[in-house]
């Protein structure tokens, strides 16, 4: 799966951009794909996550009410549309993918398959 994500650039606090992740190389029915970030001396850490074929979302506790994630089938392509940013949201957003059958959905570890990153710089 090569994943392709873009969307990101700077933002006033308060603001609503989307990111996209354009996927190709192979059939998603049986992945989930997900979005990470990683701010200026921070782990990488896990911001939401949607299976492919049902639609069920997942949140990280920080983003939930504020992010939405979502996903194209006709466009193998999956959003992520942030409102209400605060500079706190600062980081590099990467886009993945990983088998839905296997193992969990909140450690990057466990995905496969990344996008470049795309940076999102939120000024106050």
């Known amino acids: 799966v090569q994943l392709q994500a873009s969307g990101g650039g700077l933002v006033q606090a308060g603001g609503s951009p989307r990111l996209s992740c354009a996927a190709s190389?192979?059939?998603?029915?049986?992945?989930?794909m997900g979005w990470f970030r990683q701010a200026p001396g921070k782990e990488r850490e896990f911001v939401a996550a949607?299976?492919?074929?049902?639609?069920?979302?997942y949140y990280v506790d920080s983003v939930k009410g504020r992010f939405a994630i979502s996903r194209d089938k006709a466009k193998n392509t999956v959003y992520l549309r942030m409102n209400s940013l605060n500079p706190e949201d600062t980081a590099v957003y990467y886009c993945?993918?990983?088998?839905?059958?296997?193992?969990?959905?909140?450690?990057?570890?466990?995905?496969?398959?990344w996008g470049q990153g795309t940076l999102v710089t939120v000024s106050s």
């Open positions: 949607i299976t492919w074929s049902g639609g069920t979302t």
């Open positions: 190389g192979r059939t998603l029915s049986n992945y989930v």
């Open positions: 993945a993918a990983k088998s839905v059958y296997s193992g969990g959905l909140y450690a990057y570890g466990e995905y496969n398959y």
